[in-house]
C-alpha cells in the first residue's frame, strides 16, 4: 500500500525544482541518460555554473550534453568526463581530476547504478555490488575532500546525494548470517558477510534474485556508518541517500523472460516519469542537514527498511568490512570520509 500511495499519490506533489544554482558546480555520475540526465537537465536550466556529467560512454554523454545545453541557461558549461564504475582504476582517476580540475564542488550525485540479472564478476566482487556499493563508497570517499574544502573555502555546505532505492525493502538480507558468530562477539572484520552478498550459490542460491536490492541496502548501512561516526553538528557535508520511487528510465535493460514482463507491466501501471523521478534526486542535494546519513523518500526524510533498523551490529560490521577493501584498493583511502 505504502508503494503504491509513494507511487500514485506522492508522484503529484514531488517539488518542481526551482532553486537558483548560479556558482554552483554540480557533478552527477549516471547522467548521459535515465534520473540523471534529467537532474543534469533541472540544473542547467536553473543556471548552476558548471556541470560535470559523469559516464562510462563519452559517445552518450556528449549527446546528453548536447540535448540539455537545448534546455540550459545561458552561462552554464557542461563538460563531459569519463567514469566507469565497474573499474576501480577509473574511479580513482576521475576522481583525481575532480579534487585537482574543480575549484568547487557543490553537490555531488553518486547515481550511476545497474541491475545486472545475470551473475559475472568484476574487481572480484558481483558485478552490481561493485558498481552499487563498493566503486560508490570509494568515489565517495575520493571526492569527500573536494566538498570540505569547498565548505571550508566558501563558507557552505556542500552535499554527496547517493541514488538508493526503495527496492532495499525487498530484501530480509539472509547473508547477514554469515557472521552471526563474530558480531554477536564484538569481531573483527573477517569479510563474511560480503564474501556471503558476492556468492551466487548463496543458501544453494535461493536468494540470488534479491542482488540488487541487497546491493542497494548495503549502501543504506554505509551511509549511515559515516553519519554515525561524523555526525551533522561536527561536519562539514551532507551525505544522504535518495529512493526515487519506480521510474521510466532504461534500468531493466538487461532483464529478461518473466522479470522483462513484470517490470514492463509495473511500469506501465505506476511509474514515474523519468522527470519527476529526477525531481527527488534535485531535492536530495538541498534537503541539508538534517538529512545527514538519512533515506529520503518522497522528498521526506524516511525510514529504511526493518532489516536496516533491527541489526545495527550488522551495520557496524559491514562497514569495517567495507572500509577493510577500500583500504585494500587505495591505502589510507578511508581517512577521507
Ligand atoms: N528507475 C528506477 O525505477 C529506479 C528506482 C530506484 C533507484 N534507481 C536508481 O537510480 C539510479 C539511476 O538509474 P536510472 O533509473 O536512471 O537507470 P538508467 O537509465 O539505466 O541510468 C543508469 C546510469 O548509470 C550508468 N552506469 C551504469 N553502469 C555504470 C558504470 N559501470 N560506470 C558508470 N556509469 C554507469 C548508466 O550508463 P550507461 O547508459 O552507459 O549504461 C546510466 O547513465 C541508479 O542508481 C538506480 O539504481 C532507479
Redo the contacts with the bound molecule.
Keep these: 500500500m505504502g508503494f503504491l500511495r509513494s507511487q500514485l499519490l506522492e508522484t503529484r506533489k514531488l517539488p518542481y525544482p526551482s532553486t537558483p544554482y548560479a556558482g554552483q558546480t554540480i557533478v552527477i555520475?549516471?547522467?548521459?541518460?535515465?534520473?540523471?540526465?534529467e537532474a543534469a537537465r533541472h540544473y542547467a536550466r536553473l543556471g548552476a555554473s558548471r556541470l560535470i556529467l559523469?559516464?562510462?560512454?563519452l559517445e552518450?554523454g556528449q549527446a546528453a550534453r548536447k540535448d540539455i545545453e537545448t534546455t540550459a541557461a545561458k552561462g552554464t558549461v557542461i563538460d563531459v568526463w569519463e567514469?566507469?564504475?565497474?573499474?576501480y582504476a577509473?574511479v580513482q582517476a576521475f576522481a583525481a581530476r575532480v579534487n585537482v580540475e574543480l575549484s568547487r564542488v557543490d553537490i555531488f550525485h553518486a547515481?550511476?547504478?545497474?541491475?545486472c540479472p545475470k551473475y559475472s564478476v568484476t574487481e572480484g566482487n558481483e558485478t552490481s555490488v561493485t558498481?552499487?556499493y563498493v566503486?560508490t563508497f570509494l568515489l565517495a570517499a575520493l571526492v569527500l575532500p573536494k566538498l570540505k574544502a569547498t565548505a571550508a573555502e566558501f563558507g557552505t555546505r556542500p552535499t554527496l546525494a547517493i541514488?538508493?532505492?526503495?527496492?532495499h525493502e525487498h530484501t530480509k538480507f539472509p547473508h547477514m548470517s554469515a557472521a552471526a558468530t563474530t558480531i554477536k562477539n564484538g569481531g573483527a572484520s573477517d569479510g563474511a558477510i560480503l564474501t556471503a552478498v558476492n556468492d551466487q550459490n548463496f543458501a544453494g542460491g535461493a536468494h540470488w534474485k534479491e542482488q540488487?536490492p541487497v546491493s542497494?541496502l548495503l549502501g543504506v548501512f554505509a551511509v549511515r556508518s559515516i553519519a554515525k561516526e561524523h555526525p551533522a553538528d561536527r561536519y562539514p557535508v551532507t551525505v544522504n541517500m535518495v529512493?526515487?520511487?519506480?521510474?521510466?528510465?532504461?534500468?531493466s535493460?538487461e532483464a529478461e523472460g518473466v522479470q522483462k514482463v513484470a517490470f514492463s507491466i509495473m511500469?506501465a501501471a505506476v511509474?514515474?516519469t523519468?522527470e519527476e523521478?529526477s525531481r527527488t534526486l534535485v531535492d536530495a542535494g538541498v534537503q541539508g542537514a538534517k538529512s545527514h546519513g538519512q533515506y529520503l523518500a518522497d522528498c521526506r526524510i524516511a525510514q529504511p527498511s526493518a532489516v536496516v533498523l533491527d541489526n545495527p551490529g550488522v551495520q557496524d560490521r559491514l562497514w569495517l568490512e567495507l572500509k577493510a577493501k577500500l583500504e585494500a584498493i587505495q591505502p589510507g583511502v578511508t581517512e577521507n570520509f
Excluded: F, Q, W
Excluded at 83 to 87: G, H, Q, S, V
Excluded at 163 to 167: F, R
Design positions: 555520475t549516471g547522467s548521459n541518460t535515465g534520473l540523471g540526465k559523469a559516464v562510462r560512454n552518450k567514469l566507469d564504475m565497474a573499474k577509473s547515481n550511476a547504478g545497474v541491475v558498481i552499487n566503486s541514488t538508493n532505492s526503495g527496492a540488487y542497494k529512493s526515487p520511487g519506480l521510474c521510466h528510465s532504461e534500468l535493460r511500469k511509474a514515474r523519468t523521478g
